[in-house]
């Protein structure tokens, strides 16, 4: 069983900044892209950031130069730091990677940026 745990996510203004950490437990035996991916009310699920196992990034082109992905191999987690978020960033977050082969989600963590 392999569980993504998000955290990082809350309030915060226009303009601010948060981070974001998924950390994947259970029985690890690889784990290749992981990615982050947003939901706001109304709207499809989208791809915001992923990086692979190597570390090559890809951005979605309305969060370039204000986001950033990363990982921690050794710990099993990725993070997404955000800074100058705008109200259109508010949505729920979810944490995807691909763990042993096989896709796995987070619960998803509530980001809202109030202008």
């Known amino acids: 069983q392999v569980q993504l745990v998000e955290s990082g996510g809350g309030l915060v203004q226009a303009g601010g900044s948060l981070r974001l950490s998924c950390v994947a437990s259970?029985?690890?035996?690889?784990?290749?892209?992981m990615g982050w991916y947003r939901q706001a009310p109304g709207k499809q699920r989208e791809l915001v950031a992923a990086?692979?196992?190597?570390?090559?990034?890809n951005y979605i082109d309305s969060v370039k130069g204000r986001f950033t992905i990363s990982r921690d191999n050794a710990k099993n987690t990725v993070y997404l730091q955000m800074n100058s978020l705008k109200s259109e960033d508010t949505a729920v977050y979810y944490c995807?990677?691909?763990?042993?082969?096989?896709?796995?989600w987070g619960q998803g963590t509530q980001v809202t940026v109030s202008s």
């Open positions: 259970g029985s690890i035996f690889s784990i290749d892209a």
């Open positions: 990086i692979t196992s190597s570390g090559s990034t």
């Open positions: 995807n990677a691909e763990v042993n082969g096989f896709g796995s």
